[in-house]
Nanobody
Framework: QVQLVESGGGLVQAGGSLRLSCSASGHISRYSMGWFRQVPGKEREFVATISRNSAVIYYTDSVKGRFTISRDNAKNTVSLQMNSLKPEDTAVYYC?????????????????WGQGTQVTVSS
């Protein structure tokens, strides 16, 4: 079992950058890790996912070239570097862990979730 805590959210102007961090209470080396986001009234949306050894990474099309997911298994942390932010990136961002070997992209395939951190991008 693992507990996840996100940090690093905030208010930023369009074109700016933020770095989200996810700290885990347990060893994340046994989990695929992912980032999702959600706005009120909409379903939770996949953002990025990374395999246990960082060899496999997927991004949703809208963030490709702007966001970078990474992990440090020794420190039990996962990060999401977000550059060139747009107002449409505004959402609550969630870190998640999955026991699946191939990193999934559907929320239902993740077993542990953080409480979320708010990212607001002003125009």
């Amino acid at each position: 079992q693992v507990q996840l805590v996100e940090s690093g959210g905030g208010l930023v102007q369009a074109g700016g950058s933020l770095r989200l961090s996810c700290s885990a209470s347990g060893h994340i080396s046994r989990y695929s890790m992912g980032w999702f986001r959600q706005v009120p009234g909409k379903e939770r949306e996949f953002v990025a996912t990374i395999s246990r050894n960082s060899a496999v990474i997927y991004y949703t099309d809208s963030v490709k070239g702007r966001f970078t997911i990474s992990r440090d298994n020794a420190k039990n942390t996962v990060s999401l570097q977000m550059n060139s932010l747009k107002p449409e990136d505004t959402a609550v961002y969630y870190c998640a862990a999955s026991s699946l070997l191939v990193p999934p992209i559907r929320p239902g395939e993740f077993h542990y979730w953080g409480q979320g951190t708010q990212v607001t991008v002003s125009s």
